[in-house]
């Protein structure tokens, strides 16, 4: 069974590899740039899953197979392409303030604590005091208190991406890049659903039982291309990497640190990212990145952790999320009016840490595809 999959950042990736280990299926993965580009490759890889506000269904299940599912890919990829991937197990701390007057007070928390706990996973919530012993760099007067959330995790998205398209081709995925599909002709079965032979490259035509469609912002033009027009929207993230030269407060404890909706997260050697802005479109499909935001950013940061403001930048970056229009976020199943084309896409702020549980739903649909072969070809 052939399987086309058509984007390669951290979601396509990651579904090339789950696949990769069904046996009788034949991978090709196309993209128009290299690997981890776009928003793979500005995205800080800030797992938020029992710390998140998501309690039941698909959102919740989703974000608890990723967490759990990182814990055995991370050691089986590095096993896998003897690459080093970082990946922070030291949890996610989040600093509550009077910052921010929409967030819900302790009690709303302590209930989120029971209910985690109820599903297995564990949070903490710390007091000033505590928070000012374990973590002394952090000091700010609106401080209220912090959650730990110890399970929860960070990894480096470009160093996963990357060892995720090497296991892959260790298994015998084909990788094509620099090609862009041109067009998408469809023939019409006896049925009212469409079955799409082929995709027109500018490497020729492409022939195959299954496309899967991970092109995050690519993913409208090509959805266009045959007439089902799934509608994503970019939304900029600006980031930084500060440096101060060695580890600030216990060099022993370095979890992710956010507040605010600002992320602190530490990458070694003393540097550390922070980030993101959200910035929508002003007009068209431009967003000029907005130097003001990246500063607030930057400023907020500081006054959760004082130190950071002797710290160099070493650079500042950019990206756009794909963002599904008018509907929740990300689009997973099949593209209205086809047998045959997926869709993984527009996953916005968290295609790093649901991109394990995309390539599981995707696995499954191509695998009752591949069971009813009433509908594949030949």
């Not at 959200?278 to 990246?294: D, H, K, M, R, T």
Request: glycine share 10%; charged share 20%.
């Amino acid at each position: 069974m052939n399987v086309v999959i058509i984007g390669c950042g951290v979601v396509g990736a990651a579904i090339a590899y789950e696949l990769s280990l069904v046996k009788g299926l034949k991978i090709t993965v196309f993209d128009r740039q290299p690997p981890a580009q776009a928003a793979t490759g500005a995205a800080l890889g800030v797992l938020m899953g029992a710390i998140s506000r998501k309690i039941k269904g698909k959102a919740w299940q989703m974000r608890q197979t990723s967490i759990q599912r990182y814990e055995t890919l991370i050691p089986e990829l590095e096993t896998l392409t003897g690459r080093k991937i970082p990946f922070n197990r030291q949890g996610i701390l989040m600093l509550l303030s009077d910052f921010s007057p929409s967030l819900e007070g302790i009690s709303a928390w302590e209930k989120l604590v029971e209910i985690r706990h109820s599903q297995g996973w564990h949070l903490e919530i710390w007091d000033t005091a505590k928070l000012q012993n374990i973590c002394p760099q952090i000091n700010h007067e609106k401080i209220t208190g912090a959650v730990y959330s110890p399970q929860d995790r960070q990894l480096d998205p470009t160093a996963l991406t990357l060892a995720l398209v090497e296991a892959a081709q260790q298994n015998g995925v084909t990788f094509k890049f620099g090609v862009a599909v041109l067009d998408t002709p469809t023939s019409t079965p006896e049925s009212s659903l469409e079955f799409c032979e082929q995709l027109e490259t500018t490497e020729g035509k492409i022939a195959a039982d299954s496309f899967v469609i991970a092109a995050g912002l690519g993913s409208t033009p090509l959805t266009a291309k045959l007439k089902q027009m799934v509608d994503i929207r970019p939304v900029l993230g600006q980031a930084l990497q500060l440096r101060v030269g060695h580890r600030l407060g216990n060099p022993d404890f370095q979890p992710a640190i956010t507040g605010n909706d600002v992320h602190i997260v530490p990458v070694g050697g003393g540097d550390y990212w922070v980030g993101a802005t959200v910035e929508f479109l002003s007009n068209g499909y431009e967003i000029p990145p907005n130097q003001e935001l990246l500063e607030s950013v930057r400023e907020q940061a500081i006054a959760f952790w004082p130190e950071l403001a002797t710290a160099t930048i070493v650079r500042t970056w950019s990206g756009l999320r794909p963002r599904p229009e008018g509907r929740p976020a990300p689009v997973i199943g099949k593209l209205p009016g086809f047998t045959n084309v997926l869709l993984a896409t527009g996953h916005y702020r968290n295609g790093v840490l649901l991109a394990p549980a995309t390539a599981y739903a995707i696995r499954e649909m191509i695998i009752s595809q591949g069971v009813g072969s009433g509908e594949m070809r030949e």
